[in-house]
């Protein structure tokens, strides 16, 4: 279905204010499944999860091959970040979800996340489509938050993707049973499961207010490639900031900064404290930049 359609079906709506209230659910949830579906079927959609996909993959492959298949990796369960993950990949094949999470999280995630939010609503201007979306009496805010809604579906796509490639590829290549976690303790296989797909959920959430950034960045151009630009251009330069020590006076403000918290969920007990303050930041986040680009959607000139 194309955006004109999609369009000129929310113009089919009954006369009459109760007829409109009674339908207006139905008519959001079948704009958010138009728009669910109108993103997973572009190719550059494909072209995103499948390199995401990859990740993993590449990283079994050169795990492999430095260890030749042995369990000889080095490195106990202490640290939590990434080179600690890949250690306990030769021993355990489900480290390589959380590896692979750790790998993609500060770069390929967010950029994957940043192109599509960019494109949200600079996209559909660019192509000439905006207008005919707003043509039905949906509204603009309605229209914007199917939109942020579909981005983050796409957060948790994208993520789940990662995370079932480490694992599938994970358990072809290395053996694979109780796990170890960053606190020294062992948890069965199955409660591994469970922890890698909280793991998983906390980084799509971990997403969200650099989902809303983009989608602000979306509604100040018509042009989709600009956007997608300054939305990505963005996230490095927080990437740049949060690195440099003299600046940590502002590094936990940075939406960015407690992204690799996630591994706390691979602690005995679980660690809330850095998880909570992620989850605070990026509900902070979503709450200033969803405001914004409501503000500047509600009152921008569409002409295209």
């Not at 914007?144 to 789940?160: D, E």
Request: glycine letters at 12%; proline letters at 4%; charged letters at 10%.
């Amino acid at each position: 279905m194309s955006q004109a359609e999609r369009a000129r079906g929310e113009q089919a709506t009954p006369p009459g204010r109760a007829g409109l209230r009674s339908r207006t659910p139905l008519r959001t949830l079948g704009l958010l499944r138009s728009e669910i579906t109108t993103l997973l079927r572009r190719h550059r959609t494909y072209a995103l999860l499948g390199v995401l996909a990859a990740v993993p993959v590449l990283i079994a492959v050169a795990v492999r091959i430095e260890t030749g298949g042995g369990g000889g990796g080095e490195g106990g369960p202490d640290g939590g970040a990434g080179p600690a993950f890949l250690a306990q990949v030769t021993h355990n094949g489900i480290f390589l979800v959380f590896a692979a999470l750790a790998a993609t999280l500060p770069v390929f995630l967010p950029m994957a996340v940043g192109v599509v939010a960019g494109d949200a609503i600079a996209g559909e201007a660019s192509g000439g489509t905006l207008r005919y979306l707003l043509v039905a009496p949906a509204g603009r805010t309605r229209l914007l938050l199917v939109k942020y809604a579909s981005v983050l579906v796409f957060c948790l796509i994208a993520t789940l993707v990662v995370a079932v490639s480490g694992l599938v590829v994970g358990a072809l290549l290395f053996p694979v049973g109780d796990v170890t976690t960053i606190s020294g303790t062992r948890i069965g296989f199955g409660e591994g499961l469970l922890r890698a797909a909280l793991t998983a959920l906390v980084v799509a959430a971990s997403l969200a207010g650099f989902a809303a950034i983009g989608l602000f960045v979306s509604t100040l151009t018509s042009s989709g490639i600009g956007a997608m630009a300054a939305t990505v251009g963005l996230l490095i330069t927080v990437q740049i900031l949060d690195s440099i020590p003299q600046l940590s006076g502002v590094h936990p403000y940075l939406f960015a900064h407690y992204w690799m918290s996630f591994a706390d969920v691979l602690r005995e007990p679980v660690h809330w404290d850095d998880l909570s303050k992620n989850f605070q930041v990026q509900a902070l986040y979503v709450a200033v930049f969803g405001s914004a680009a409501r503000a500047r959607f509600t009152a921008k000139d569409i002409t295209a």
